[in-house]
Nanobody
Framework: QAQLVESGGGSVQAGDSLRLSCAAS????????MGWFRQAPGKEREFVAA????????GYAESVKGRFTISRDSAKNSVYLQMNKLKPEDTAVYYC????????????????????WGQGTQVTVSS
């Protein structure tokens, strides 16, 4: 059974960095577009970053552009989110997602595009 497991969350100070990991199991995800989303308390889940199937194309929400970097390692069947210069407003549960249905070769920013989700990892940034 295909599964995504996030790790790397934690509590940090504003300005610090964290690296989130998303390990895929049960099948190879190397041909799937992947994405990171987040959900803060009382808010809807929102797009953070995405990467296409071969890792050559990435996209970011305006709020994280220049601070976050998404990458993937096919050998490890994993996707990462490097988060630098963290702000209190980055506090949320971060989710990894995979699109296992055929796509266009690009990345995807909408929640309905993804059909497999991890359980989430908490990131808390204090000022």
């Amino acid at each position: 059974q295909a599964q995504l497991v996030e790790s790397g969350g934690g509590s940090v100070q504003a300005g610090d960095s964290l690296r989130l990991s998303c390990a895929a199991s049960g099948r190879t995800f190397n041909f799937y577009p992947m994405g990171w989303f987040r959900q803060a308390p009382g808010k809807e889940r929102e797009f953070v970053a995405a990467i296409n199937s071969n890792g050559g194309i990435t996209g970011y929400a305006e709020s994280v552009k220049g601070r976050f970097t998404i990458s993937r390692d096919s050998a490890k069947n994993s996707v990462y989110l490097q988060m630098n210069k963290l702000k209190p407003e980055d506090t949320a549960v971060y989710y990894c997602a995979a699109k296992s249905r055929p796509g266009s070769g690009s990345y995807y920013t909408s929640i309905p595009s993804y059909d497999l989700w991890g359980q989430g990892t908490q990131v808390t940034v204090s000022s």
